[in-house]
Structures are given as C-alpha cells and as structure tokens.
C-alpha cells in the first residue's frame, strides 16, 4: 500500500477500510499535489463512453469498460500484455495506488476495480460514492485530458480463478450460496417485453436455482455511497441468509452490477471467497439445458446436481 | 478500394439529405474525432417543447437504451389535413451523452422529413456513422432501436391518417 489509508468512522467499521476512500480525502489529496508523480492516479470508468468527455476530476484518466478492458473477439477480458500497455498509457506502475470512480454508484467503477483485481493490482480503491457524489457537492470537474508520465507496468498473467466464476464453476457450486443482483422483474422472469422491442439477448427469463435475490442498488445510499457495516450485515447475512465464511458466487447480466456486489461483499463485509459469474444471465439464460426458476421463489438444488454430487 | 466505394455509394442512397450529410461528416474524421462529434450532437440536442416537458405521459421510453431516453413523434398537416411533416421530440439526461449524441443525430437528419422518407431509411443505418468499434455494438443498439421506435410510430401515425 503505497498511499495513506483513509481513516474515518464508517470506513473503519469494513472489512477492508483501505479499499474507500472519501470524496474529501480525494479533493484533499489532489490539492496536495498528489497526482502526477505516478504515486497515485485517479481512473474514471462509467458506463456511458462519453461521460468523461463532458467533465470529469481534474487530473483522472479514462478507462473504458468495453473498449479498454474487454478483448474485442473473445468474450473475455484483456490478457496481461494488453494490460499492461493500458495501465502504462495511463500513467498506472504496479505499485501505482489507484482510485476508480464512475457514474450510477460506481457501478462500472467497481466493475474496472474487478478486472484489476483479477490482475493482481495491489492497490486500487473505490471512491465512496463516485462521480455523482462528487458532482453533487460541487467539486471542481474539468474537460482537460492529462497526459501521463508512462507508468512501468509488468505484464502480469490474469488469476482468474479466486475472483472469477465460469458457467461451469457455478454448476459446480450448487448447494452453496448465490446472490442475483438483477432486478425483481429480471428475477422473476417476469419482464414483459412488448412484441418488436426485444430488450436484452437472454432467451429464458428468471434466475439461477437458489439464488437469493437482493438487487446490486441496495448496497448503495442515496447518495451513491455505500451502505453503512450494519446496513449491509442486515442485508446479506440476514435477507439473503448468508453465513460468515460462505464461499459465494454474484451474478448479474453481464457481470457489471455484480461487481458491486462482489465488492461489498469481499471488501466491506470480509467474505474470503467471493466470485463474479461474469457470463451472468446472458449466458446462463441462453445456455443449453441449464435450470433455471421463474418467479419469487428461490427455487432448490436441481436433482442432477445432487445426485452427481456436481455437474449435470 | 473499389469495394469500399461501392460500400458507401451504397450506404448513402437512400439516405435524405441532412441525414446523409451527418453519415458523411463521420465518415471522414478518425475514430477519436468521431466521438467528439458525437459529444457536439449531444449538446445541441434541443429542450423539449413546454407543452411536453411538462408531460413527460407523452413520450416513450426506449427501453433498448442504456440510458433513459423519452421520444415521441407529432404530425404537422398540409392544407387539406394530410400530414406533411414529422416534428421528433426526445428528451435524454446531460449525464447520458452518448444516448443525447444519438438522439441529436436523429433530430438533425430526420426533424421535418415527411413519413416516406423517414420510412425509406435503412434500418441499419446507426452503423454507418463508423461508431461501432469505438461505442461498441452494446451501445450502438440502442440507436438503431430509437430509429426503429421512430418509424414504426410514423408508419403508424401515417396509416391513420390516410
């Protein structure tokens, strides 16, 4: 951990205090001049590619979720060479501490955080609340484009494995804890589309066998931050049922809002073994004889999967 | 060579004047000057009438967007009472400026046109503008559902009145 760690009272409380930072913390660092000695780089990551464009953090470079972190002919994330040249560009060393922020409550920010983490950067952070947050408190926003000193980036072979579930893992992983962050009418299958407005590209509406359903958004306030230790506890350990040192798997549609989940889940309430299913429904709704269940109901362990002890 | 000219001779034909104007303006800049001619479209995306934004019943969300993205169609009518001319109305947030930039694209290639035209357009015709490797397909569907939303209410709209 290369910069110093945020301290305050609701930070505290998390698992993993040092994954936050503050709005104030962050205006406070960049008028302290801690930007542009490659110590620390801000990275704004939202869903809409020209968001950045119209304003953002003075001295914050852009990381676009598709264009930057996905590959663009496998459905799968940039390899370590390519990281590499990105995080460079971006001014980012392997020992840079990172602090990501975006729009919708840091909903692709967490989801840029993710894919860093699946290439083992160190240091990367969230700030609270991200650009709404900051946007709402009047801080200062600029059009200006930085031009990073390049950072000295290694090419780092991507772990997928402790943070990244496929569709096989998660076949595997029945019996055990599922959370979908969709939203109810996504869980349920019940979202009407009107005939001629196909919506998104999932053949089979509903969710995963047993998968507890708490939305991405209700991780967040009102004011885009996270919610507070108690607030989440109350959420996950006791709406969603989950039980300390439960190995779990989010999912979402493609793995963005999930990303949020994971997060909280992994960093503010300390759950060791967290995995992203990434393929998310619309793989898993499309798949060839896959269950699903329709409806509110959670659903139980599909028989195949019980009496294979695995797969199907 | 010669395919890419057939390509955009193609593209454009059918295309009404402004509108293939705008796919030209595209065509001719490098892909990161693209997206800030994007970004212009979506500042100059106009306010929505009065008599509409304070009824936002009367306009349709674009469900295919990522973004909220509200439009609705009026017919102004010639003399005789037949409709002339189509008048778009959208209304998208300043934080959402790549659905506002398509939004804009729209307004200024089909605001005006007559239910033929807009008709005439291809359906395909957001990927001509050369965004897609930049915007992603992802993103991109979400114009071509705005132009598909606008014709099917125009062709509509036509088919009552005549």
Known sequence: MSYPVEQNEKFTAYAHPERLVSTEWLAAAIEGGALGNGKLVVVESDEDVLLYETGHIPGAVKVDWHTDLNDEVTRDYVDGNAFAALAAAKGISRDTTVVIYGDKSNWWAAYALWVFTLFGHEDVRLLDGGRDKWIAEGRELTTDVPVPAAGDYPVVERDDAPIRAFKDDVLAHFGKPLIDVRSPEEYTGQRTHMPAYPEEGALRGGHIPTAASIPWARAAAEDGTYRTRPELEALYLGEAGLNEGDDVVAYCRIGERSSHTWFALKFLLGFETVRNYDGSWTEWGNAVRVPIVKGTERGSVPAAALSTGKHL | ?162
């Open chain 2, 1 to 162: 060579m010669a395919n890419l000219r057939k390509l955009e001779g193609m593209s454009t034909y059918a295309l009404p004047t402004a509108l293939a104007e705008i796919v030209d303006d595209f065509q001719a800049l490098t892909e990161p000057d693209r997206l800030q001619l994007l970004l212009e479209f979506s500042r100059a995306l106009p306010e929505l009438p009065e008599r509409l934004r304070d009824h936002p019943e009367l306009l349709e969300q674009v469900v295919e967007c990522q973004s909220p993205l509200f439009l609705t169609i009026e017919a102004e009518k010639d003399d005789d009472g037949s409709p002339a001319a189509f008048r778009l109305f959208f209304k998208a947030p300043p934080e959402a400026p790549t659905t506002r930039g398509f939004a804009g694209v729209l307004h200024e290639g089909l605001d005006g046109l007559t239910a033929q035209e807009i008709l005439a357009v291809p359906d395909d015709m957001p990927e001509l503008l050369g965004l897609t490797r930049a915007i992603t397909p992802l993103r991109m569907r979400g114009m071509t559902a705005m132009l598909g939303r606008i014709k099917r209410k125009v062709a509509a709209t036509a088919r009552l009145q005549s």
